[in-house]
């Protein structure tokens, strides 16, 4: 049962209660409305002139049940926001990280996600939010996190970088 709640209530945090941002806002203003309330965005100018690598700091708590179904959880996310922000002329590269709070009262990077635009398929906005996890970099910030990503890719095979388990799993 607490399954099924924590799916609903992802499904319905990404579904939003209303339109999709304008696309000509400002990019700041932009990727804050795709990210949500809570999440700091900071944009660092790259080397190609106006471009730009969009970071998003997304607040928790994130995990809903621990596991596989955490990383799922946060793919889709990572596509939700990354997919239409690459779809912009001034965005280069994408991070985003998903924070916790920790035990000492600071946010803790549990699962971080690198997405940079010309690695991606020409088609990346026709990829299945775990199709779209294999060719953006996943990375996990706690070796408890790392251990719930190998669980992620052996339970969704086709979120699996180059089709294979990193070899870390």
Not at 2 to 11: D, P, R, S
Not at 49 to 59: C, F, R
């Amino acid at each position: 049962m607490k399954k099924l709640i924590a799916v609903l209530g992802l499904f319905t945090a990404l579904a939003g209660c209303g339109a999709a941002p304008d696309k000509s806002l400002p990019l700041a203003q932009y990727a804050k409305e795709l990210a949500g309330d809570g999440a700091v965005i900071h944009l660092t100018e790259q080397i190609t002139p106006k471009t730009y690598l969009v970071e998003v700091a997304l607040k928790g708590p994130d995990m809903f049940l621990g596991g596989a179904q955490d990383w799922n959880s946060f793919s889709a996310k990572v596509q939700y926001i990354a997919e239409p922000l690459l779809e912009r002329n001034d965005v280069a590269r994408v991070r985003i990280e998903s924070d916790v709070t920790a035990s000492n009262g600071q946010p803790m990077g549990w699962a971080y996600a690198d997405v940079d635009k010309k690695k991606m398929p020409a088609n990346f906005h026709d990829l299945t939010y775990l199709e779209f996890a294999s060719v953006a970099h996943l990375d996990a910030g706690t070796l408890q996190a790392g251990g719930w990503l190998c669980e992620f890719y052996k339970k969704y095979e086709s979120a699996q970088p180059h089709g294979k388990l990193p070899s870390g799993c």
